[in-house]
């Protein structure tokens, strides 16, 4: 993948500027399939449907927070569908089967996060290995593990509270999930745009060698990215957990394809340099609006695989179709 | 020390050789320990496991050597796998007519894929990873979401009997379709110009090579065996599943990395690939036969993956 130019790694307004053009697309792909759903079905429009739509893509929405981190850099994060299969294992783990108080399984289980996140950031700055592969491996090695925990077995019976996070709602509107997904994006946001490091991540991904030509430690913020992006993807585990009182091996399969799709309809680009973070959870509202629109209006879930896919190609070729006219640098095909 | 480490891997090492010699190293030390490892028919039980991986790692190859990827390879499978199915029982079909068309409906979504990535110039990656989607939606819809079975015992025999207690006809296929492509990538013009495209797309161009053409063209290619990969496993399961083959395109790009290919486009071999399969088919083999358990393979197997591209990496850094 081609790296941007030197001159506009190093612009500082580089993220705040392309921020707007970033999140142009996504805005506009947003409002036209809300209106189409608007339009078609009843009971779409409704603050409850909205709530829903919301708590739904929380998971997913958390994963693609992480991920739009790691694509910021440049890399990518194959693993985070198996991290969460294995966090929610772990806190089961830890609390069924070694009795641990709960909410010290919870702890343990977002642990293994940042964990697999250390090992996929050391994998890629100091082995060097791709981020493809470094991902690929821990894909394979955390999803054993999570197999091998229980050889395979679920986990079961979580206490009602757990439960509770997912679906009480509180206000009338809002569970403790959906809570937890708003302050992320939330400290998201402000970390990628407010703070050094957040900028220094979007400064390696433009061009690595400029980043350390001056003077950012590019392996300790390439390490950083993944330790998010790991972390992010064990508290999903543990919200998926909740949310369907059990924990299981297989959890988060082909999630990480999703995670990826939604940072990538959101504006962020694959080559690095380039992320939104608001631009994510515009990504996250039209994958689940469309889930959410789709199944009102009773299309197979398979048709719906199908219109994912195609939304993908067309919000990408959007993208990149602005990008080229707008006059800035023209992206590589690889 | 990370310096002396460096030449060794060098001094024994050339490229694309590495994954030889963990084969060879892996293969000695099976020998040495696990006495039912060292049969004719084990070894003929590890290449008919690797057929469908190495199908598709063929196609994959190519398309890796351009620098682009293939996630769709999976779902293609499946498509084409159901396809078929259900011209046979459904549509009744005769045999050749509906593998025919079910190979067909690969090439169709391989030919998209290139499409997708030349003219609309979508990066492979979203590309593929769309028709991932799109190719399982397809899959289930076109069967009603349900298995076809009872296939003609000769068709399941294509992959079930052995000729001269060796090969099944689909295993020689693989071998047959692994030397064709290798003798074609390295003594063609048009594996030459497959390489050139994965150095430098603009200087390929320049040299006159159809880069547009010549791109479109692996991805038809890796759809195409993507569809014949579907027969095969319709064959061997003698059944069509919509789920078939869910997660196989993270398989096969394993088998292609570890066989030395680099994502980054213009290096690597059909051979070295199917080292690469053979790896992780006699790992996995090594693996059950000293009863360890089928989880800690797959650990063990992303252990594999990273320890064979880190060694490459370390040994190509100046």
Known sequence: MVK????????????????????????????????????????????????????????WGVLALGMTFVISTGGVDLSVGCVLGLASMVMGYAAEYLGLPFPLAMLLGTLVGPVAGLINGLLVSKVKLPPFIATLSMFYVARGLANIITDGDQILNYPAWFIGLNYTRYLGFITVSGIVFLLLVGSSQFFL??????????AVGGSEEVARLSGINVDRHLILAYVISGTFAAIAGIMIASRVNASEPAQGTTYELYAIAIAVIGGTSLSGGEGSIIGTLIGAFIIGILNNGLNLNGISPFIQTILVGVIIVFAVGLDMFSRTRGGSRPQHAA | ?????????????????????????????????????????????????????GIMAIGVTLVIITGGIDLSVGSVLA?????????????????????????????????????????????????????????????????????????????????????????????TLLLVLTILFALYMKYREGGKRIYAIGFNPEVARLAG?????????????????????GIVLNSQLSSSQPYAAVGYELNVIAAVVIGGASLSGGIGTIGGTFIGALIIGVLRNGLNLNGVNVFMQQVLIGVVIAITVGIDMLRSRK
Not at chain 2, 17 to 44: C, D, E
Not at chain 2, 123 to 149: C, D
């Open chain 1, 4 to 59: 941007r130019s030197a001159a506009s790694a190093l612009s500082g307004t580089s993220a705040g500027k392309t921020l707007r053009n970033i999140v142009k697309g996504p805005i506009v792909g947003l409002l036209a399939i809300i209106l189409f759903f608007a339009a078609v079905t009843p009971g779409f429009f409704s603050f409850g449907n909205f709530i829903n739509i919301f708590n739904q893509i929380a998971i």
């Open chain 1, 193 to 202: 745009t407010k703070t050094g490091a957040g900028r220094n991540l979007l």
């Open chain 2, 1 to 53: 020390m990370k310096k002396r480490i460096q030449t060794f891997l060098m001094k024994y090492s050339s490229s694309g050789k590495g994954s030889l010699y963990a084969l060879i190293l892996m293969v000695v030390f099976l020998i040495a320990t696990t006495p039912s490892f060292v049969s004719m028919n084990n070894f003929l039980n590890i290449i008919d496991q690797i057929t469908i991986n």
């Open chain 2, 209 to 229: 090579v159809k880069v547009e053409r010549v791109t479109t063209m692996v991805y038809v290619i890796s759809g195409t065996l993507a569809g014949l990969a």
């Open chain 2, 79 to 171: 498509f084409s796998m159901m396809t078929f199915g259900v011209l046979t029982k459904d549509a009744s079909l005769p045999y050749v007519l509906s593998i025919t068309i079910g190979i067909l409906a690969g090439t169709a979504c391989g030919l998209v894929n290139g499409l997708l990535v030349t003219k609309a110039k979508i990066p492979p990656f979203i590309a593929t990873l769309s028709m991932l989607s799109i190719a399982r939606g397809l899959a289930n819809i076109v069967s009603g979401n349900t298995q076809r079975y009872d296939f003609a015992f000769w068709f399941s025999d294509l992959s079930g009997k052995r000729y001269f207690n060796l090969f099944s006809i689909t295993t």
